[in-house]
Structure formats: C-alpha cells, structure tokens
C-alpha cells in the first residue's frame, strides 16, 4: 500500500482498507502479484509501523495473510491464532493495532479444512489445546441443521463449524472490547468476517456480518 492505492492511511476508509485486501486476493488467486521493493519499504517503515488492516487469523502455516493479499511488509497488522479465536490477548492485540498504529479494519478470517476447528468437532481436550477449543465450541453448537455424522468426518459439517466460528469470534470481539466497539460505531474503523478456500486461493468475505 505504500506504492498503491496512492493515499493518505489516515484518511484511508475502512471500505477502502476492504478493497484494497479483496484486489489483492484476486491477485493472489490469479498468480499476478505485484513486484514488493521490500528493501525500500523496509527503509520506510524502520522508526514506525502504520498497519492499514488488521487480520485475526489461524496459525496454520498454509495462511500468510500478507502473500493471501499480496501486501507488503507494514500492510497488515497479523494477530494468529490456532482456530482465528479471540482470546482476551488476541483482542488486546487488534486494540493495539487499531487505537495506536492506526488500522482502518478489522478481518476475522478462517478457512477451510482447518485443524483447530476439527478437534473442536471431535470435542478434543488434550493438553493446552483444550482452552482453544472451549472458545470454538459456541460454533459446534450453532449448527443445527446438520444431524448426523457431527464430527470432523464429516467435511460439510466441519465447513459450517468454519463459517460460525467465524460469526462467533467476530461477536467475542465486541463483547469483550468497549474500545473497538466505539471505535466502529463511530465509523472509525470496520470489522467483516472472511474464510480463506484452500483449494481456490480464495477469500470469501460475509457481507451478512459485517460493521463497516
């Protein structure tokens, strides 16, 4: 974004911070990325960061935000997460990079055939994994209009699961935080849901669930 689209970040809209990650993504799903000058950027962004987005996404290692967009170094702030969850530190995180470094929207993104969200299908507990999936089981839950096979076999099931995950960690996060909350009644900043295909390289983004 420091190369294109030529604007002020501070001025940048959180529907513009929106277009600019859905253009990226049809790059990035068409194999035409743009050129990054790493090197100058680096130079740029050395004393400051000035994120235009912020992406609570999952660890998995097939999920690099920044090549998913096909933004560069300093675009997006990235808070992962086994499972995109919004664990009280997560939220703290995209606070941070709202409030301070100036992110103009908020991206809860998971995707699919993810791991997290099958344990949770599973109802998995072992180790420390266990307080990941209490705050995917609200997801689990929620669908109901699948009655059998309700476990990680099940690939519709567990693509449901993904999507209401999605809508739960988006409602954890306004829940739990007053100041993003106000900042987005205020249209200051803007949250929307997405989950990342794969197989195709691309980000569907909920316009059903979104505060923008």
Do not use: W
């Not at 790493?38 to 920044?66: N, W, Y």
């Not at 702030?77 to 470094?101: M, P, T």
């Amino acid at each position: 974004m420091y190369r294109h689209p030529l604007i002020d970040r501070d001025k940048c809209t959180p529907r513009q911070a929106l277009d600019i990650l859905i253009e990226g993504n049809e790059r990035f799903k068409n194999n035409v990325q743009r050129e990054h000058d790493m090197l100058s950027v680096r130079d740029v962004i050395k004393e400051k960061q000035h994120p235009f987005a912020s992406v609570l996404g999952c660890s998995d290692s097939r999920t690099t935000v920044e090549l998913i967009f096909d933004q560069n170094l300093g675009d997006i702030f990235s808070v992962r997460l086994a499972g995109n969850i919004a664990s009280i530190k997560a939220i703290g995180s995209l606070e941070f990079s709202c409030k301070y470094l100036g992110s103009k929207l908020v991206v809860v993104m998971g995707h699919s055939n993810c791991g997290a969200i099958k344990a949770a299908c599973d109802h998995y507990k072992g180790g420390n994994i266990g307080e990941i999936i209490e705050l995917i089981d609200p997801a689990v839950l929620l669908e109901k209009t699948i009655t059998d096979k309700r476990d990680s076999s099940n690939d519709a099931f567990v693509e449901r699961v993904c999507f209401h995950n999605v809508e739960v960690q988006m409602e954890r996060i306004l829940k739990r935080s007053s100041l993003l909350t106000e900042m987005i009644e205020k249209k200051e900043i803007g949250l929307i849901g997405a989950v990342y295909n794969l197989a195709s390289g691309e980000v569907e983004f909920d316009q059903n669930h979104t505060y923008i």
